[in-house]
């Protein structure tokens, strides 16, 4: 019986590992968008949950589209980088008032009740009449009015490839509240954090325009442009307005785009969602567009096979914005591209929908984790079904971070995204270095415990906003191996990895090798021993600190010696039992997978000539 307690109460705590209090945020919103003056007018009816331990006297709203004002925040910080996002510079200053971008709330209150509120550029801070207690569901009502501001940073109106309506952060949003607080950033440029909860959004706009972007289209039959079912005769309008409603479940924003001269065109995947491609058609468009169906087709049944089930009906691809951004259901994207670039950009979004969209990292305070999950997908999955690559699939993104840590610029991953120093540093920082992140996980705990990892995170992680840390927990439970280390080092310091072989002596029939720990971060090794007769072996090197090793993995020699490593000595003898002119050469990590910044000192070819004891 007491066996029997224990094994229930061991099973509770590993569920509990997982579960963790977080609010949510149902949105009802109508909005009316007049297109001659690109302004708009709408309702919000909020039912926000505390499900936080907390009472919160006071909450935050984002209001986005105000950076796009000169003298803004997101305008000043781009007029005094150093490096200044080309997409933005001086833009921003440079807007005319009917080019700016506006949201405002005009009135508000809470269970029928006013409140006090303040607008503080991208922020609306509401002081309550009363607190909303833990465990609790509050109603906020809100009429709100915006401008669209020209296209320059991911949303707008516009862009320079003449889709009129990129409607990202558009809408008042309810900051994300968790357990380090609130999370009321100003919109600087980067990205974004949300509470998850469900979209029911009534958007009326000129009867020509086609939209797409978050949500299931509620009324298809009565919009048409191609969303309704087949053999349906859609109803001419009345008016010159049309009435789109979209309900989206599980998401934590609502994007759309707008378009007269949009094409909307469909595939349904089998055992999949529907692929919804909007477009402005042209010579410069329709080949490539055409072609790129059936890649994203192939990359969603990838990702679903291999990171977990897609878990939406539907994923559509949208051209818009000012390069290509993530959404939930959606993404916008540029269109005038070549087909490697259309079809690479499409896939890196759409990946996004794991680990923005599902897994809902925290795309601000923990930057790498998002991109740089993302960008080690887009390399194995364009590597999957667009072109093989030559060599090592990840080998760019190790460039890009080796060239940032020889820099003097590189930061702790653990910065937050708006408050790098540099531009420059920023993207190698949270897209390679963590995609480098992503990949010499699988060298320290092996690829068959890493896939497996994988599919652990979707399935205990999804809709629950994992940290880092958290990240790290599945894939110690996985391999039944201690790394906290890695995280300590590689995200949070800016220590880098530096091996090398520092002599290789003969001892009679046997031969000892000295490696040297050169860099400041310690690492497992894995060392290939080269023989002359052609066959190889391996010698495995834990370090102490890990509390155990990863099994052997496919592709490698056999293991002739598995030893540890402390963390302290900056030196490892390990001796084999062969003498030195059996053996051609020792190379450290053929993988290269081992982040080591001069790999000029990992290989040692063994001259007949070597010295002996």
Do not use: C
């Not at 990838?302 to 977990?308: E, V």
Request: aromatic share 12%.
């Amino acid at each position: 019986m007491l066996t029997m307690l224990l094994a229930g109460f061991v099973a509770l705590q590993v569920r509990a590992q997982v579960e963790r209090w977080q609010q949510k945020a149902d949105y009802e919103m109508e909005v009316d968008m007049d297109v001659k003056t690109n302004t708009f007018k709408g309702t919000q009816k909020l039912h926000y949950t505390n499900n936080s331990p907390d009472t919160l006297d006071r909450v935050f709203y984002h209001l986005y589209f105000n950076a796009f004002q000169p003298n803004s925040m997101m305008d000043v910080r781009s007029r005094t980088i150093p490096d200044p996002d080309r997409r933005v510079g001086d833009r921003i200053f440079k807007l005319q008032p009917e080019e700016y971008g506006v949201l405002k709330a005009n009135s508000l209150t809470m269970n029928g009740r006013p409140v006090k509120f303040h607008h503080e550029e991208t922020i609306l801070e509401v002081d309550l009449v009363e607190p909303i207690l833990p465990n609790s569901t509050v109603v906020f009502e809100m009429e709100f009015e915006g401008q669209v501001p020209l296209q320059i940073r991911r949303s707008g109106r516009d862009s320079s490839e003449g889709v009129r309506y990129s409607m990202a952060q558009w809408y008042p949003k309810m900051a994300a509240y968790d357990v380090r607080g609130w999370h009321a950033n100003p919109y600087i440029g980067r990205e974004f954090y949300g509470n998850f909860g469900q979209f029911d959004v009534k958007i009326t706009i000129d009867k020509d325009y086609i939209l797409g972007g978050t949500g299931y289209l509620q009324n298809a039959n009565e919009i048409g442009h191609g969303y309704e079912d087949a053999g349906v005769r859609v109803p001419t309008p009345r008016g010159n307005t049309l009435t789109w409603h979209f309900v989206a479940p599980d998401v934590h924003d609502f994007m759309w785009a707008a378009d007269p001269k949009f094409t909307h065109e469909k595939v349904q995947m089998e055992n999949g969602p529907m692929l919804h491609f909007l477009y402005i058609k042209s010579d410069k468009t329709e080949e490539n567009w055409e072609q790129l169906k059936g890649y994203t087709a192939d990359a969603m049944a990838f990702m679903s096979a291999n990171f977990g089930e897609y878990p939406y009906k539907q994923f559509s691809v949208i051209q818009g914005g000012d390069g290509g951004m993530e959404y939930p259901m959606a993404t916008l994207i540029t269109g005038h591209r070549n087909l490697r670039s259309l079809v690479g950009v499409t896939v890196h979004e759409m990946i996004h929908m794991w680990y923005y969209g599902v897994l809902g990292f925290n795309e601000s305070s923990e930057a790498w984790l998002d991109e740089g999950f993302t960008t080690w997908g887009t390399d194995v999955v364009m590597d999957a079904v667009f072109q093989k690559a030559n060599g090592f699939v990840v080998d760019g993104s190790y460039r890009s971070y080796f060239r940032l840590a020889g820099s003097g610029n590189e930061e702790p991953l653990t910065t937050h995204a708006d408050h790098y120093n540099l531009n420059s540093a920023y993207g190698p920082a949270v897209y390679s270095k963590g995609a480098v992140f992503v990949e010499q996980m699988a060298y320290i705990v092996g690829q068959e415990n890493f896939n497996k990892a994988m599919l652990r995170l979707w399935n205990d992680w999804k809709f629950k906003h994992p940290t880092g840390h958290d990240v790290v927990r599945v894939f110690e439970r996985v391999s039944g191996l201690e790394l906290d280390w890695y995280y300590d080092y590689f995200i949070a310091s800016t220590k880098t990895v530096d091996y090398g072989v520092k002599s290789v002596v003969g001892e009679g029939d046997q031969t000892k090798i000295t490696l040297e720990r050169i860099g400041y971060m310690p690492m497992p090794l894995d060392v290939v021993v080269t023989y002359v007769d052609g066959s190889q072996e391996s010698i495995y090197l834990p370090l102490v600190i890990m509390r155990g090793g990863k099994p052997e993995e496919a592709g490698m020699p056999a293991r002739g010696m598995t030893e540890k490593w402390a963390w302290t000595n900056y030196t490892k003898d390990v001796v084999l039992n062969k003498p030195i002119g059996q053996i051609k050469s020792i190379e450290i990590d053929p993988s290269m997978r081992l982040a080591d910044v001069n790999r000029s000192n990992n290989t040692f070819e063994v001259s007949v000539a070597m010295p002996q004891k």
